[in-house]
């Protein structure tokens, strides 16, 4: 039996070693193109189609940082080849290593889950006749690792999650003073914590965070590639949980911090990096800022072929066409973006995406386009339970309601909005919903009741202690009404006044003559 292996080894060496002159220049071609160029090439040649360039390709990838975008084209082409019956087993050991590549690349990625999973496919690869004990050895080996780590990882879960749940959340940064909790997989535990939050209470977000970078000021001193990784994600989540809570400034200097985490070769974690920012500076009215970031973005994704990352590039470069009034565009960015999401599995960014078409849809004016993604935004948030993306999506359900002349329905249905955002602290995103009532009971000719609903937004703007000017902007509104002075445009000047006080705290509120 074992000369028997040798002897068919060797016939697989020989076939291997037939065409690889070619198989290297093919690949060198392919490699010279961004990867999300890598298939429409190989679509445009198929006479490089061959195991011959795949192989030459895993060859590369030693020395090549898209080694994932590599091992994902090798296990996509490899089963789609013809070859000769004697050959076919190059076809499974190609595939073993491709495996044995992902793995790798996930694991250095984080993802031990996946990583785990591709390299016992790998071991099951090479286990096949011929055998090479020595491969199956080396993976079985980085599987055991891998597994090691996901206990670790699930004890640090044990250990981060019992101590949140025990100390109360104004206590949480002071945990950073606990020895145990120097470790960066600390960090990466507090960033999964932060994701499961972030959705549903960004205030205790924004306090997972602030343990998050107060451990890692602690670990600063650490160079290892991992660790880095680690200290920019924490500084990335304390960034978008002040982001989320509109403090602009504060989201953009944590951007920062995270940036310096992370070396000027790490193109595709810096870029990854960049979305966030981006999506600060658009919120934040720094519009031509933004979009030359996402530019560069794009081109680092397309480069790398991370399908991910062009994925959440498309949803932002679509947020800035809306603030931009280019609805249409908007429009037809978001919806190229679908079959993305769909093929990723992308259950989260797929609502959001529905969501956003609606937004721009409402604005266009094709409320059957609107009504039709905001009610599958809807559905699709809510069964990834996420409540507050589900109030908003049924906030622009209920202006839409406002456009159609459904005054009294849609005044119904956005108390019930405000109502969420009220239980989550979210005083000035529920008083811009309160607006909206507002302006659907002066369109239903209800003046008394749009007055004392205005208000009521006064008062509430006023115990939460928000930014004096909204309450000025909000009493010129109240005043206007009793003087039977105000339109729905007046409100909408206001609402727009409120929300550029994000990024111009200082502005004086002007009203339109």
Known sequence: MREEQVARIKVYAEWLANGLDAGFRDAAEILSLPAVEWNRWLAAHPEAATLHTLQ???????????????????????????????????????????????????????????????????????????LFPAQVEAVEREAAEVRQELEKEAATHALVGRLLEETPVHGWQSLAGREELHDPDVLGELSRQFQVRVHQSPLDALAVTQLGVAIASRLAAETSPRVRHRLADAWKDHATALRMLARYEESLAAFDRAEQMLPRSEELARANLAIGRGTALQEAGRLDEAMSLLGGCRAVFEKYGDRRGLLFCGISEGALLHRMERYLEACDTYRALLPLAEDGGDLDALASIHNNIGYSAVELGDFALAERHLSEAVRRFGAIERPLHVARAELARGRLMIRKGLFERSIEHLHGVREVFLRHNLVEEAGLCGLDVVEAHLAAGARIEAEAFARQIVREFTAARLNARAITALLYLSEAIAARNASGTTVRDVHRFIRSLRANPESEFVAAS
Not at 67 to 81: D, G, K
Not at 84 to 108: F, I, K, N
């Open 56 to 130: 030459a390709m895993l060859h590369a990838a030693t020395n090549d940082a898209r080694a994932l975008s590599i091992a994902e084209l090798v296990l996509t082409h490899a089963a789609r080849i013809s070859l000769p019956e004697d050959a076919e087993p190059v076809r499974r050991l190609l595939h073993a290593h491709a495996w044995r590549l992902q793995g790798s690349s996930l694991r250095d990625g984080g993802d031990l889950h996946g990583a785990l999973q591709a390299y016992e496919r790998s071991i099951e690869a090479f286990r096949v006749p011929p």
